[in-house]
């Protein structure tokens, strides 16, 4: 079984900054991709960052140039640095986890895991 832990929502105003942490434990032999969704009031869920382990990154357009994803493999930590925000970008934030796990008679599979979510609250 895999958990993910994610810290560092809040309440800030327009303007400021947050940084999210996400770290990922349990039985874990490698993760590739490692991400950052978020979900407003009323809205479908949205990709706001992804990152792979050979650092390929990938941000959502209305992020790009405020937000940036880092990971630590070591760690199999995740962080998402967020400057500049908007109330727009007030929602709950959920990492991602794409896991290779150990199975059964010697056997892998790759899953996908979420975090429990954090919420953000940017005020205007």
């Known amino acids: 079984q895999v958990q993910l832990v994610e810290s560092g929502g809040g309440l800030v105003q327009a303007g400021g900054s947050l940084r999210l942490s996400c770290a990922a434990s349990?039985?874990?032999?490698?993760?590739?991709?490692m991400g950052w969704y978020r979900q407003a009031p009323g809205k479908q869920r949205e990709l706001v960052a992804s990152i792979t382990s050979g650092d390929s990154r990938n941000y959502a357009d209305s992020v790009k140039g405020r937000f940036t994803i880092s990971r630590d493999n070591a760690k199999n930590t995740v962080y998402l640095q967020m400057n500049s925000l908007k109330p727009e970008d007030t929602a709950v934030y959920y990492c991602?986890?794409?896991?290779?796990?150990?199975?059964?008679?010697?056997?892998?599979?790759?899953?996908?895991?979420w975090g429990q979510g954090t919420q953000v609250t940017v005020s205007s």
């Open positions: 349990g039985s874990i032999i490698s993760i590739h991709t």
């Open positions: 991602n986890a794409d896991a290779l796990i150990p199975l059964d008679w010697g056997q892998v599979g790759e899953y996908d895991y």
